[in-house]
Each structure stands twice: as structure tokens, then as C-alpha cells.
DNA sequence: CCTAAACATGACTCAACTGTCATGTCAGGA
DNA sequence: TCCTGACATGACAGTTGAGTCATGTTTAGG
């Protein structure tokens, strides 16, 4: 391993500076997307964008830094795209559906960006705890609020945000990431079947 | 990357060959399972079971494939476990709880494992694929059975199987490698609620 | 007991890649 | 216009670790 300095990495004081480490984030974000995390180089990235690798180090203190930066980006821009999508949904059930749909677009527009998430855990499993820790507060607060309503059945909502947060996921890997496409209406009713009732047949 | 070979490694042909081949698989389970895969090395694996680095290359034709077969026998492992688990439930709900509980008893005795399962997805695609893939087509038959002795309500097993097998994932994220203990018995009583019944008032 | 094939060794090769640094170049305020 | 600090460069040092191979040792069948 290379001697790691912890150098100080001075925010730009410029434009110039600015637009710079912008390209180098931009950059950085297709070579993780593309090639991981192990086989994505600073060089890569720095060739990616027309700068040389000197440069990356005057605003990123090291390979893994940026890749926590680029989580922590990530997670912000889809809480934001998943709260625009629920605002306004006339009960928690529609909101349900928005937000899943949401999130499978999502992962279907932007595949690098939730695998540089995926692959954090092995970078830095901290960063990857705090993006989940993060969904699920607020997720859990939601839920709390629509069961106070009386929208959904009283119930642990830490554990139905974490549930329906797996779901999710495993339906972008299976349907968008894995079959190249959207999941059908009727498999996205088929989910949304099952997180309002469960597998239990209902009393007719 | 250095020169590879491809050159066939033949299966062992006597007893000690055997059991060298073995003494590296545990090894490498222990290595990668700490290290993770990147940080692992061979040197680490052949050190940990008392053998030369040259050893491994009559067995394994790299660390790849090493890999990869680890992560085989793991599903091999985990749908035997499980398996076994649920033979003999008296209905699928309670099969239901019963795998649930067998995977989370998996998960947190063999956390290392677990790791190794999750880690290849960004090792090799296919084999992660595989395992999951494996898992879902057995699970989906058996939902599928059940649904027709009117157990479970009708509905697409495909996306029941995936569904559940998310929300297991994540339970086993949450609560036993984050939080280091098997989830309360009121936390496995609250997935299984929202498994049998989903998130909706019931009907009184 | 002999011998050939199987098994084992570990020093070595070699490419890869992170982070450094001495040396420039640029922008904008005085 | 000049000067200063910010920005940029790219060759380079230093380390790592996968896979190789010439050589030696063990095993088991005849």
C-alpha cells in the first residue's frame, strides 16, 4: 500500500477549480459505474477527463475518498427524486406505488450509479450503512404517520421499511438490472398485490 | 494483469491430494470471508492452511475460480439448510417461518459466508446470478404448490419468491450483521405479519 | 523394493497502480 | 502590467501480489 499522507484537500478557491474537480467527480462516476470499484484506476478517471493524475490529488485525498463522495451524492439525489415522486399522493397506498416506481426508474436511467452503491459495501461498509440507515428513517417516519392516519395496520414500521426496502432492491436486480428493461404493469401489480396483503388468501 | 493460462488443473487422484485441496477451500473461505476478495491474497490462503503459494495453482487455476466455487457450495449449503428446515410444515405459512428463521440462523452463524455470497456480485456476475436464480426457481415452485392447495392466496410466485427473498436479505443485513444478534422474536412475528398480510388495514 | 506419476515447494517475474513532487502555467487584484 | 496563490502537469518511486517453474519429495501399484 502507497504512503498515505492524509494530505489536506483545499476546497477550489476558483471557477476554474470548481468546474475541475466537477469533471473529475463525473469522470469517476463512469469508471466505478462501468469497471467497479478494484479494476476502475485514478488514471482512468483522470484520462477520463482530460486532466492529469496529479490533479485528482489536489481535490481528493485518495481513490476511496472520492467513491464515498460519489455514495453519499448518490444517496441524496435519490431520497430527492423519491420524495418529489410520493408528494402529493392522495393515501400512503398510492404513495407505495409511486415510490416503487420511482426507484425502479431509477435503477433502470442510472444502472453505474446504484452499482457504485451496491459495491460501497465492500469500499466502505460505513458509507453503505449510513445510505440505507438514511432511507429507512425517513421511510419508517412515513409509515408511522400514514398507520397513525389509519392508512395502513398498525405494525412495526422500522421493519416494513427495511421489508419493502428489500423488495425493492431485489426487483431491480432481477427485473430492470438483470432483464435490461422496466418490469411489466402486472408484475408491478403483483408486487404491489403483495405488499398491501401478503401471501394469505383474504376472507372473502 | 498477469499471464494466464488457463491450464487445467486436474482433479486430485489420491488422498492427500484430497485433502490438501480441501485444506485450501476452508482457507480461503476464512480469507476471503474477512479480507474480502480484493484484499485477500493467495499468499494469505496458502499461508493459512500451511501450504506453498505454488500448491494452490495445482487445484485452482486462479483466484477467481477459487472463488467461484466457494460461492457454489455456499447455495449448495444454504439450500440443503433450508430444505431441511421446512420438510414436514403443516402449512406454507408455517414453512414460511421456518425457512425465514433457518436463513437468518445461516446468516448469523456463518457471516463469512454471507459475505463472500454478496461480494460476488462484483467478482463474477454470473455465479451471484446463479445462486439467486437457483434459490428463487425452487422457491417459486413450492409457492406455486402451495397457492394451488389454496394455502396462499392466487397469485405470481415468481414475484413472491423474489420479493420474500429481499426481504430476508435485508432483515439479515438490519438486524444480524449490523446488529450483530438474531432479530427479537417480536421483529421475526412482525415480518411474518407483513408477509401474511401485507401492510393494509384488514377487513374486521 | 522400484519407479513413475502425483504432489509440493518457494524464490522469482512482471505488470499494475496509487500517491508524490518538482516544475510549470493561469487568473485576477493592485 | 506584475505578482501571488491557486491550479495543473506527468514522470517517477515504491509497493503489491498473481501466477510460473525448476527442482525436490511422497505415494502406491507392480
Known amino acids: 500500500m502507497p504512503d498515505i499522507r492524509h494530505r489536506t484537500v483545499s476546497k477550489p478557491a476558483t471557477k476554474r477549480g470548481e468546474a475541475t474537480r466537477e469533471k473529475i467527480l463525473r469522470a469517476a462516476e463512469i469508471e466505478f459505474g462501468e469497471k467497479g470499484f478494484h479494476a476502475a484506476s485514478v488514471a482512468g478517471i483522470t484520462a477520463g477527463c482530460g486532466v492529469a493524475q496529479g490533479t485528482f490529488y489536489i481535490y481528493f485525498p485518495s481513490k476511496e475518498e472520492i467513491y464515498r463522495e460519489l455514495v ?3 444517496g441524496h439525489q435519490l431520497r430527492r427524486t423519491m420524495r418529489e415522486a410520493v408528494a402529493g399522493s392522495g393515501d400512503q397506498m398510492e404513495a407505495e406505488r409511486r415510490g416503487l416506481e ?20 465492500f469500499v466502505d461498509e460505513q458509507v453503505y450503512r449510513d445510505y440505507y440507515n438514511d432511507l429507512a428513517r425517513g421511510y419508517a417516519r412515513v409509515l408511522d404517520e400514514a398507520a397513525a392516519r389509519g392508512e395502513l395496520a398498525p405494525g412495526d414500521a422500522e421493519v416494513r421499511a427495511w421489508a419493502i426496502m428489500g423488495i425493492g432492491h431485489f426487483l ?13 404493469p402486472e408484475t408491478m401489480d403483483a408486487v404491489m398485490e403483495f405488499i398491501g396483503h401478503g401471501i394469505l388468501p383474504r376472507p372473502e
Open 72 to 74: 453519499r451524492d448518490i
Open 102 to 121: 420511482a426507484f425502479i426508474d431509477f435503477v433502470s436511467r442510472h444502472p453505474r450509479l446504484y452499482r457504485i452503491v451496491q459495491e460501497a459495501h
Open 172 to 184: 431491480g436486480l432481477r427485473y430492470c438490472l438483470w432483464q435490461g428493461k422496466q418490469p411489466r
